[in-house]
């Protein structure tokens, strides 16, 4: 065997070493070190500049020696796994590259895919083992070779990763395997995710999808709204966010959030969340243009938010309500984010969620660009639908000076109304508000008035209801 030496002793990179290694041709040692990166451990090229001047300029200036980067999480910091992979895709640049990553622990795994997501249109492989076994393996050329390659999707289920796959053809959404990527013909990169809790934000690089759903499986993964917002203070290019939870209370929060810009979002979902009012009160969304709130009425008392804001105080209409908490949580939340933002919202979508009267007058006054208004099983009474009709300018009805009187009309773009299993309405309220909107804004502002309005099982509406507004929406009212 043939015996290294250095001309200067030790393991002193500025050593010339001596012997037939050092007259092997550049082009010869560049293959051994490749052969040695893939064989030897995560920091074999390391060592091997160590060696000599030569090994070491020959190591850093040969992109081709670092297209394997292999990344184990057994017993190292989350922050040298950063530093070996941002030295790995510097020093492999131009070249594609291949990423292997050995997890000791699944929680990991969204960080350290952030590290390389930035130079996406570089990865050629990727192989992911757990355990000693691989979970996921990229198929052959599953990367474009594309420099526009466009971070589209990220779904996060937070729930215990389930890491082998079966041969069961039946398999449930419990059975996926905990990561998974996709490019589609156009270039857009989606991937899906299971962990059983966000990672913290620090130990991430900025997440630039553009569409990100999280969704809870049970109690024992909720998110906390301030892990939340912490979590999407990482995504600044998100322009979709989902969030579907379990109704879970977090109690009172002992310090505010933080606040999130997030300045290209124009979609916001919430489900089945407690934390709506925390969430929609740190969001400062300039851009947001479609809110949809589902199933965030909830029939018992909700935790009181921390701190006490203008309209807190008990709603003056005492108007009757299944779920006065969360609509007193999902109201202020609201009332929050417009004033925050002052959105260009134009739709406002609310299935099973409420809001307090006080709420939707103070709402319904601060969405000028709103054209659609979308409300399942609310128990808004008649003092909401009133709120609809024109409003004298200056107090008084009908003609001053001889002139017909000026009227406001909250929400003044609204072309479309949907009310289904509204039963607080009345019907005779809901035709007056309506008869007189449209009687005023066919006349006044016929672009901008209600094209559609549709009314389905409130009970207070019948019949004879159907027929008046017929005659003065004719076949832009729709009663299914």
């Given at each position: ?223 906390r709204s301030p892990d939340l917002l912490s979590f999407l203070r990482r ?15 977090e109690g009172v929060l002992t310090a505010c959030p933080p606040v999130v ?117 609310s128990d808004m009474s008649d003092k909401v639908i009133r709120l609809l ?92």
């Open positions: 065997m043939t015996r290294l030496t250095c001309s200067e002793g030790g393991d002193n990179p500025a050593a010339v070493l001596e012997g037939p290694f050092s007259r092997l041709p550049t082009e010869l040692l560049i293959q051994v070190f490749v052969l040695c990166g893939r064989s030897g451990g995560s920091f074999t090229l390391l060592d091997l500049g160590t060696v000599c001047r030569r090994w070491r300029e020959v190591c850093i200036s040969s992109p081709h020696v670092w297209q394997l980067i292999v990344v184990s999480t057994l017993s190292r910091s989350i922050s040298s796994i950063r530093s070996q992979a941002e030295l790995w895709v510097t020093r492999s640049f131009p070249l594609p590259f291949d990423v292997h990553i050995d997890l000791a622990d699944c929680e990991a795994l969204l960080p350290i895919v952030s590290y390389f997501l930035p130079h996406i249109h570089r990865w050629r492989d990727c192989n992911i083992t757990f355990g000693g076994r691989t979970v996921w393996n990229s198929p052959t050329n599953f990367f474009q070779s594309s420099e526009y390659l466009v971070l589209q999707h990220l779904d996060v289920q937070l729930r215990t990763p389930v890491t082998l796959v079966t041969d069961d053809t039946n398999l449930s959404a419990e059975n996926i395997p905990f990561f998974s990527c996709r490019v589609s013909t156009i270039g857009q990169v989606s991937m899906e995710t299971a962990v059983p809790y966000l990672p913290l934000p620090e130990s991430l690089n900025p997440l630039h999808f553009t569409s990100i759903d999280i969704v809870e499986s049970c109690l024992a993964h909720a998110v995504c600044p290019n998100l322009e979709r966010f989902s969030f579907r939870g379990v109704c879970y209370e810009a997030l300045p290209r979002l124009h979609t916001l979902i919430l489900d089945s969340a407690c934390i709506q009012r925390s969430v929609l009160s740190h969001l400062h969304l300039p851009a947001l243009r479609a809110l949809h709130l589902q199933q965030l009425n909830m029939d018992f008392l909700l935790d009181s938010y921390h701190i006490t804001e203008a309209g807190d105080s008990d709603d003056e209409a005492h108007d009757f309500s299944q779920s006065s908490s969360s609509d007193h949580h999902t109201g202020m939340g609201i009332r929050k984010l417009i004033s925050r933002s002052n959105p260009p919202l134009e739709i406002l979508d609310m299935g099973l969620s409420d809001m307090r009267t006080k709420d939707f007058s103070w709402v319904f006054d601060g969405l000028p660009y709103l054209k659609h208004f979308a409300i399942v099983g009709k024109p409003v004298p300018i200056g107090g008084g009805e009908g003609e001053l000076g001889g002139h017909p009187q000026a009227m406001r009309i909250r929400l003044p773009q609204l072309e479309t109304l949907r009310l289904v299993s509204c039963q607080q309405l009345s019907g005779d309220a809901l035709v007056d508000a309506l008869t007189a909107r449209v009687r005023y804004t066919d006349a006044t502002t016929p672009n901008q008035t209600l094209t559609r309005v549709v009314v389905a099982s409130c009970n207070g509406f019948g019949p004879n209801h159907e027929e008046e507004l017929f005659w003065h929406l004719h076949n832009r009212l729709h009663v299914p």
